[in-house]
């Protein structure tokens, strides 16, 4: 018995020593104290023993059993470590990689049309303003003068929310009012706003929320002459070098004068075409910032006048592009958003890949 014990604690160390994974390590378990395990079957051999011999070997074979145990112990808590950090290793993220099947990303034509209309008023030294597209009723509507009485402010053309004094804004102009109380009566102060804006209206002309890009100048001795400047910039910038712009008297409640702004027809030139039908396409409102406006802002409408304007984006996204349902843009529908890759290229300001 003495040699088999001898024999056991050898192999036992040996075998343990040897297995380098967790499953090696489960067989060499087996092996030794499984139901037909070698330290198993020598436990059951002690019966065969004299009554003399049979406690002594038996304490020896406990001893084994407790060294069985711990050098088990320690090795398997060495050799799952290892596994552990293998397999981390081998599972990392690199998020760096490229994907397998890489989907051509662009930007959604209205955020790229925005952009575009961005840099070109950054060029002529505008700033950005973001705002609130929750407003108060104060922002959207009485700042600027649209009257209580005003059909935009009836309940079927604006998304009240429920909350007394706040609607979701109807327009950009807001920020026309945020923007000069900010600037606390300083001039020049020049800034554009472009966002969402909401209102209950569904055709293939108008959605329920579309963007808008509104334009502010405020100093000191600004006049139409000015604001055409812009418009004709604008137009220039967007539609191509020999787009012409027409003005048309017309009536907002925050400019005085107000104007519609035409340009020459972007598909025939302005020759008239079924587009067009005399030659231009009515592209936005603006107008000398009334008054009422001014002071709501904290101006002295006696000592600084400003203009305005502001224009639907996706107007102008449907005017560069070729087609006439907006709500095109907004149906998800990647087969369609993907055919509005780079027609945007002839009109020049163009950079390289979209993204
Ligand atoms: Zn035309």
Redesign the pocket.
Known sequence: MDETIEGLLAAIQQGIEKASTTAQLEEVRVAFIGRKGQLTRAMKDLSELSPEERPRQGKRLNQLRQVFDSLYEARHRRLAAEEEDAQLAEERLDMTLPGRNPLPARLHPVTRVTRMLEEVFLRMGFSLATGPEIETVWYNFEALNVAEDHPARAMQDSFFVDLPGYVMRTQTSPMQIRAMEEARGRVPLRIISTGRVYRRDEDATHIPMFTQLEALAIDRHLGLADLKGVLLTLAREIFGASTEIRLRPSYFPFTEPSLEVDIS?V??GG???R??KD?WLEILGSGMVHPVVLRNGGYDPDHVNGFALGLGIERVVMLLYGFDDIRLLYQNDLGVLSGFGDPLAPMGSQEGPLL
């Open positions: 027809c598909v025939c020759k008239g075409c587009t067009c030659g």
